[in-house]
């Protein structure tokens, strides 16, 4: 009887352990590879498609050289680029001010609103009635009540400055939005984690420092993430106050040929602002598994 033959040539190599994957496995991760590859080529060129439609469709229209001149000239948008940019510097910085005064109230907020016990009513009654009137008042309304109602009091120890009085109406409304996404990722916290913390000797400002809170923000971190999505945008309301921001600069620029390419600037410096983050957020989603097994890049 001959001798027993040797392991196929064609066969994968085992690994250290002795483990190989089989045949089948093998033809599975090849026809998901193909797919794979096949989506992206599909996709690729319905994209391409699409993008000459659009562009031979508009720029075949009549009105499409006037359109041109006024909101795409390349020429005047380079010449305002600087002026606007600076003025973007100024938003940047506002809403990363802002941003860290909004987490801090926010939080503080929604710690308020879900203290416990007949002693803490006011607390939480006051937070409740915070959250209302401000994510009740529109953010417009509430720029020109502190921008140009305070300041025309002329109280003694006020700051004037109306990029402060901009900022604050920032921080006032966009907080009523934060402490309500805090006191959601608090309020899911099982009530046995609140138990086994204190059973084990921790007090109730450490149950909440040390458990509730490390589970709840990382809970609600992709909705904060999308409300600073919207901060950076909203910042830009500043400008009705006549701070020189990316819009105010903008808008300056218009007013001396009535062309509005430094607007389309503007917004194009805003739009490469945001997609990092935005991008970022949908990173974080995916991780904790709010877009599903299926969540695509986009």
Same mark, same amino acid.
């Given at each position: 009887?001959?001798?027993?033959?040797?392991?196929?040539?064609?066969?994968?190599?085992?690994?250290?352990?002795?483990?190989r994957?089989?045949?089948?496995?093998?033809e599975?991760?090849? *026809?998901?590879?193909?797919?794979?590859?096949?989506?992206g080529?599909?996709?690729?060129?319905?994209?391409?498609?699409?993008?000459?439609? /659009?562009?031979?469709?508009?720029?075949?229209?009549?009105g499409?050289?006037?359109?041109?001149?006024?909101f795409?000239?390349?020429?005047?948008?380079?010449?305002?680029?600087?002026?606007?940019?600076?003025g973007?510097?100024?938003?940047?910085?506002?809403?990363?001010?802002?941003?860290?005064?909004?987490?801090?109230?926010?939080?503080?907020?929604?710690?308020?609103?879900?203290?416990?016990?007949?002693?803490?009513?006011?607390?939480?009654?006051?937070?409740?009635?915070?959250?209302? /009137?401000?994510?009740g008042?529109?953010?417009?309304?509430?720029?020109?009540?502190?921008?140009?109602?305070?300041?025309?009091?002329?109280?003694?120890?006020?700051?004037?400055?109306?990029?402060?009085?901009?900022?604050?109406?920032?921080?006032?409304?966009?907080?009523?939005?934060?402490?309500e996404?805090?006191?959601?990722?608090?309020?899911?916290?099982?009530?046995?984690?609140?138990?086994?913390?204190?059973?084990?000797?921790?007090s109730?400002?450490?149950?909440?420092?040390?458990?509730?809170?490390?589970?709840?923000?990382?809970?609600?971190?992709?909705?904060?993430?999308?409300?600073?999505?919207s901060?950076?945008?909203?910042?830009?309301?500043?400008? /009705?106050?006549?701070?020189?921001?990316?819009?105010?600069?903008?808008?300056?620029?218009?007013?001396?040929?009535?062309?509005?390419?430094?607007?389309?600037?503007?917004?194009?410096?805003? /739009?490469?602002?945001?997609?990092?983050l935005?991008?970022?957020?949908?990173?974080?989603?995916?991780?904790?598994?709010? *877009?599903?097994?299926?969540?695509?890049?986009?």
């Amino acid at each position: 009887m001959s001798d027993q033959a040797g392991p196929d040539a064609a066969s994968p190599a085992p690994s250290d352990n002795g483990w190989r994957p089989s045949s089948l496995q093998l033809e599975r991760a090849a *026809y998901r590879r193909q797919r794979t590859l096949r989506s992206g080529l599909i996709a690729g060129i319905s994209t391409v498609v699409l993008l000459a439609l /659009v562009v031979v469709g508009i720029g075949s229209t009549p009105g499409w050289p006037r359109v041109r001149a006024t909101f795409f000239d390349f020429d005047r948008g380079l010449e305002a680029l600087p002026v606007v940019a600076q003025g973007l510097w100024l938003n940047i910085r506002v809403m990363l001010v802002c941003a860290v005064l909004i987490v801090l109230l926010g939080l503080t907020l929604a710690i308020m609103r879900t203290l416990r016990g007949p002693i803490f009513f006011p607390l939480r009654m006051f937070a409740a009635a915070y959250t209302d /009137v401000f994510r009740g008042l529109p953010l417009l309304l509430v720029i020109f009540l502190l921008g140009f109602g305070v300041p025309a009091l002329q109280l003694r120890g006020l700051p004037n400055q109306a990029v402060i009085w901009g900022g604050a109406a920032l921080v006032l409304t966009y907080s009523s939005y934060v402490a309500e996404v805090f006191r959601a990722g608090i309020e899911s916290i099982h009530p046995s984690q609140r138990a086994a913390a204190r059973s084990l000797g921790l007090s109730h400002r450490q149950t909440l420092r040390f458990v509730v809170l490390p589970q709840a923000v990382r809970r609600v971190l992709p909705p904060l993430l999308n409300d600073f999505v919207s901060l950076q945008k909203d910042s830009g309301l500043i400008a /009705v106050l006549g701070v020189i921001d990316a819009i105010r600069a903008a808008q300056l620029e218009t007013a001396e040929d009535f062309n509005f390419t430094p607007y389309v600037v503007a917004g194009l410096l805003f /739009v490469a602002l945001t997609i990092p983050l935005t991008r970022l957020t949908d990173w974080v989603a995916r991780r904790q598994g709010w *877009y599903g097994g299926g969540g695509g890049v986009v």
